[in-house]
């Protein structure tokens, strides 16, 4: 960060009084630029015991696969994020979200949300940013081609917990890049 958005002065990083981490500062109106992770929120749509998955038309990892995901929006609720992501990506309807994982990622500055989600109907289509879309079993899940470990943590738990009979809520923080199997 280089100017105050406030102001439009140059910043500085200095502590600010009271606080104990370095900060962007305006030089003029002194202006405090917090600077704070990212949500992603996603979901796992599930149709007829099948998983709803999107291979990417957008960078990062361009033609891997992922569940429905993306940056929330101000003014939304997690869930609102994960639904609103589902629609645009996989033109998908989906109701009744539960919170599933709940990864921290301070290594990126995220917390990715993923939320079990039933889909309304058998309708999807590839949106604007996916390639392709497809509802599929667990023994046709693309793991080698799957664009994040959170993707790879989360659906290995959903088929684990989909075998047990319960789905508790996971979180865990992954304090450094981990393998997505």
């Not at 917090?34 to 599930?46: E, F, L, S």
């Not at 990892?61 to 101000?74: C, K, S």
Request: hydrophobic share 35%.
């Amino acid at each position: 960060m280089k100017f105050c958005s406030d102001c439009g002065a140059t910043v500085g990083l200095n502590i600010p009084e009271g606080d104990n981490r370095p900060r962007y500062i305006c030089t003029r109106c002194d202006m405090i630029h917090y600077q704070n992770p990212k949500i992603v929120a996603g979901c796992i749509p599930v149709y007829d015991n099948r998983i709803l998955l999107c291979k990417r038309a957008i960078e990062p990892r361009y033609g891997y696969w992922t569940l429905p995901a993306g940056f929330m929006e101000n003014g939304e609720s997690c869930e609102e994020g994960a639904a609103r992501e589902t629609e645009e990506e996989a033109c998908a309807q989906v109701e009744n979200l539960r919170l599933y994982t709940l990864f921290s990622l301070p290594h990126i500055d995220q917390v990715h949300l993923f939320y079990l989600a039933d889909m309304t109907t058998e309708h999807f289509a590839p949106g604007s940013e996916s390639l392709m879309t497809q509802l599929l079993p667990e023994a046709e899940i693309p793991w080698d081609e799957l664009a994040f470990p959170t993707i790879g943590r989360t659906l290995r738990y959903y088929f684990a917990d989909r075998q047990a009979g319960h789905f508790p809520v996971r979180s865990e923080a992954l304090l450094r890049p981990v393998r997505a199997n």
